[in-house]
């Protein structure tokens, strides 16, 4: 299990369940939801944090741009000024970096075209962006409103399995009514196989050895 963090306080929080859980890693993020909220000095205490903590960490992110919230130009640019900053730090660190991109995939793809590991979290883009970001050898990760969306199921029929991650994006996207929660990935597991036309089990091992490639997890630390 991967739990992310997207502020201060929830990267502290991810940091806190990975070190009390030997299944659970965190990773270490800077939602661009969050960037109105966060003023100059704050945003160096967070940017320090996650740089100090990533040897704690998986990943860096979930971090990007977010054009469905923001509306503005002047917002917008400052989430591309700060996802800049995050690119470069998973870049030093040589960590996967994961996005989160919203009615903006193909200029966050742009952004980080020289990044080696990338995951597009949740990702609801076009399927051209999608298929350059395969060619590119970046990961693409199908929540589960899957279960309640035509787009998101064709974008499933269309990726690569090689670079196939599934996740619940909890407590949101839930496929159920009320709260999404972990054990809801079997709803999205159980319908992308019945759309690739494979097993279920097939795929859960297919999605979890992608998850410990690209995030270098070794099957010593699951239990």
């Known amino acids: 299990m991967i739990n992310s963090g997207v502020d201060y306080s929830t990267n502290i929080r991810s940091l806190e369940l990975a070190d009390k859980y030997s299944f659970i890693s965190a990773t270490l993020g800077l939602s661009p939801n969050t960037l109105p909220e966060i003023k100059g000095p704050e945003l160096k205490l967070l940017l320090d944090q996650i740089e100090k903590n990533a040897d704690q960490a998986i990943g860096i992110g979930e971090a990007g741009l977010d054009y469905y919230h923001c509306k503005d130009a002047p917002t917008r640019n400052l989430q591309a000024k700060v996802f800049l900053q995050v690119i470069d730090l998973a870049k030093a660190l040589n960590k996967p970096l994961i996005i989160h991109s919203r009615d903006a995939e193909q200029q ?23 298929k350059e970001a395969l060619d590119r050898g970046f990961y693409i990760s199908i929540a589960t409103n899957i279960c309640r969306s035509g787009h998101h199921q064709i ?69």
Not at 114 to 126: A, N, P, R, W
Not at 161 to 173: A, G, K, M, N, Y
Not at 188 to 208: F, M, N, W, Y
């Open 108 to 130: 966050a793809l742009d952004m980080v075209k020289h990044l080696d590991k990338v995951i597009f979290h949740c990702y609801s883009g076009t399927l051209s962006t999608m």
């Open 155 to 223: 974008l499933a029929r269309n990726v690569s399995l090689d670079r196939l991650l599934v996740e619940t994006d909890s407590p949101f996207l839930s496929p159920r009514r009320g709260r999404n929660e972990p054990s809801f990935i079997l709803d999205s597991l159980r319908l992308i196989a019945r759309i690739r036309g494979i097993e279920p089990q097939e795929l859960a091992r297919i999605t979890a050895e992608n998850t410990k490639r690209i995030y270098n997890i070794q099957s010593t630390n699951l239990p």
